[in-house]
């Protein structure tokens, strides 16, 4: 089993809409989240951090469960510049090791 | 302008020569990084770096070695290339433990024949 798995997806889905990604985790000493966003094979960016008591940056909202060791990205109105991969990312406590999650890929239609 | 460059960005080898993939951060980042992304693998890291002289294995570091002589560099090196080291290489850097976002470079993208 990954450590970090994710639904491939592709989600296709059309401007405007609201999709939601999840990650789930099976190593406990997993510290911290993130969601990055890849375009197309380039470089990994930032998206936004994850925390237990939710995380929101515009249309964007991330939450995280230890309980069910489960993390999510909401994005609601959907545009076309949202297509990419969205990895699902967990750092081990000491900061050091990361563990990514293969990837979602959405794409958003007109 | 803050980056991390990769050389060579492209990169097609034959079996058993030995390689090099540069990696050099200009932002004074302690915590530096490689990794490699294989379709529906996911980016799995092969060997990370908290310091100057500091190292350590990643998921994935049976076939690559490291060095961190200097705090802006991390090389990767392939002592002697199999194809199943074709894939698409990230370095990274971070500024600390504590510190969230990672800063990756543009990829190199190896093929070894």
């Known amino acids: 089993r990954k450590e970090v798995e994710q639904d491939p997806g592709p989600f296709n889905v059309p401007e405007g809409a609201t999709v939601a990604f999840n990650c789930t985790y099976s190593n406990s000493a997993s510290q911290s989240f993130f969601w990055y966003r890849q375009d197309c094979r380039k470089e990994p960016k930032l998206l936004m951090s994850?925390?237990?008591s939710g995380n929101e940056d515009g249309r964007f909202t991330a939450q995280l469960n230890r309980a069910s060791q489960y993390i999510s990205l909401l994005i609601r109105d959907s545009k076309l510049s949202d297509s990419a991969t969205y990895l699902c990312?967990?750092?081990?406590?000491?900061?050091?090791?990361?563990?990514f999650g293969a990837g979602t890929r959405l794409f958003v239609k007109a | 302008e803050a980056q991390v460059t990769q050389n060579p960005r492209y990169l097609i080898t034959v079996t058993g020569k030995k390689l090099t993939v540069t990696c050099s951060q200009n932002?004074?980042?302690?915590?530096m990084s490689w990794y490699r992304q294989d379709p529906g693998l996911g980016l799995r890291q092969i060997y990370y770096?908290?310091?100057?002289?500091?190292?350590d294995k990643g998921d994935v570091p049976e076939g690559y070695k490291v060095s961190r002589k200097e705090k802006r560099n991390f090389p990767l090196i392939l002592e002697s290339p199999s194809p199943n080291q074709t894939s698409l290489y990230f370095c990274?850097?971070?500024?600390?433990?504590?510190?969230?976002?990672?800063?990756f470079g543009p990829g190199t993208r190896l093929t070894v024949l």
């Open positions: 990312v967990g750092v081990y406590t000491g900061g050091f090791k990361t563990i």
């Open positions: 770096s908290m310091n100057v002289e500091v190292t």
């Open positions: 990274a850097s971070r500024g600390g433990a504590t510190m969230i976002e990672q800063f």
């Open positions: 932002m004074n980042h302690e915590y």
């Open positions: 994850v925390y237990s």
